[in-house]
């Protein structure tokens, strides 16, 4: 509770700090609000069992705006998150300036990036390892701020208190969830950022989290590194307590080969990106590495504009050893840890 209420007292004076100062009305978004989505289906094919799947792994919409110079909301949802519905974001915003904003309602927990989250930002089939510690969103408050450049390179701070109990999931708690992060350079690419969380999952299981994440991007090349370690505290029949160390960590890349103009006109094919992925996640120290995968895939994209509609082929090759059992991760997760072919499109509107 000390922690909260010194959250608070945190809060409150950033809050009135930043307001005496004159609001940035250069970029104020217009009262239009603002309409998106995308839809992301996939055929998956299982080697060793021989079985296969089509599936709709995402129906996102998401509108956003302003009602007046100031006051902010964003509502999305995914009609089809692999057959359910789920309501992700609904929150109001106050941004008084391009450099402070305040968000309560069900928000994006800022330990987690926009890139691990988003199927619009996410250039392979599945999620990496990292991005499938805890749920992505909860319902609380976030508040970001720019601090001074730093030789030219912005910086950003995001931190927030939760629930703790998951996406729409508003349950009584006698503890909240508190997550902050620290950006350098831009929000999306050529970035690096720490970050730190202290909670527990929808479970009510304990869970604290450090993590480090990056992201260098040229016109045709991308690259992200992303590491994170957890301590979790599992209760066992008889209410006792213990504690494991777990981590993970994702490498992946990709070059985009973008054709001439004149051959672009004539053909539905406007670029072709080979995508690289190598992830994986550790137990305690002796335990090693318990499971890491490899991801080939190629991307056929048919708008000028990358990650906008994309045809994608890709094979996923798993790397099991004993133990792999007792990781930190949802049964549902764990279930699709097999060698696969994944075909899938991917339309952004």
């Known amino acids: ?17 930043h307001a005496q ?13 603002a309409f998106n989505g995308l839809i992301k289906t996939s055929f998956e094919y299982q080697i060793a069992e021989g079985l296969a799947r089509f599936n709709v792994l995402n129906a996102r919409l998401d509108l956003r705006g302003f009602v007046n110079s100031d006051l902010g909301y964003q509502l999305q949802v995914d009609l089809s998150s692999q057959g359910t519905f789920t309501v992700l974001d609904a929150n109001v ?6 450099k402070f904003e305040v968000a309560l309602g069900q928000v994006r927990v800022p330990y987690t990036t926009q890139k691990q989250i988003s199927p619009g930002l996410n250039p392979f089939t599945t999620y990496s390892f ?12 976030t508040v970001s701020y720019r601090l001074p450049d730093v030789k030219k390179i912005p910086l950003w701070i995001y931190a927030g208190m939760y629930n703790g109990t998951g996406i729409n999931n508003p349950e009584w708690t006698g503890r909240f969830a508190y997550s902050a992060r620290l950006v350098a350079g831009g929000a999306y690419a050529n970035r690096i950022g720490i970050k730190y969380y202290d909670g527990s999952d929808i479970e009510q299981t304990s869970l ?5 994440d990056a992201n260098y991007q040229t016109r045709n090349f991308e690259t992200d590194v992303e590491w994170d370690t957890r301590r ?5 029949s ?15 890349a990709k070059y985009i080969f973008r054709f001439e103009k004149n051959y672009s006109k004539k053909h539905a094919v406007k670029y072709i990106a080979p995508l690289l992925r190598w992830d994986a996640a550790m137990g305690e120290v002796n335990d090693g590495i318990l499971v890491n995968r490899f991801t080939y895939g190629v991307a056929f994209g048919f708008s000028p504009t990358v990650m906008k509609t994309e045809l ?19 049964e549902n997760a764990k279930e699709g840890w097999y060698d696969k072919v994944l075909l899938e499109l991917f339309i952004r509107f």
């Open 238 to 252: 008889l209410d006792n307590r213990s504690y494991a160390m777990e981590s993970s960590f994702d490498i992946q």
């Open 1 to 17: 509770m000390k922690r909260c209420i010194l959250f608070c007292c945190v809060f409150l004076l950033s809050a009135f700090a």
């Open 312 to 330: 994608r082929l890709s094979y996923e090759q798993f790397n099991l050893k004993d133990g792999y059992q007792n990781l930190y991760f949802s």
């Open 130 to 141: 990292p991005s499938l510690y805890m749920s992505s969103r909860d319902i609380g408050g």
């Open 93 to 98: 915003r106050y941004q008084p300036s391009d």
């Open 208 to 212: 604290r989290m450090l993590g480090f």
């Open 232 to 236: 979790v505290g599992r209760l066992d």
């Open 21 to 33: 100062d004159t609001p940035d009305t250069t970029n104020k978004a217009s009262l239009k609000p």
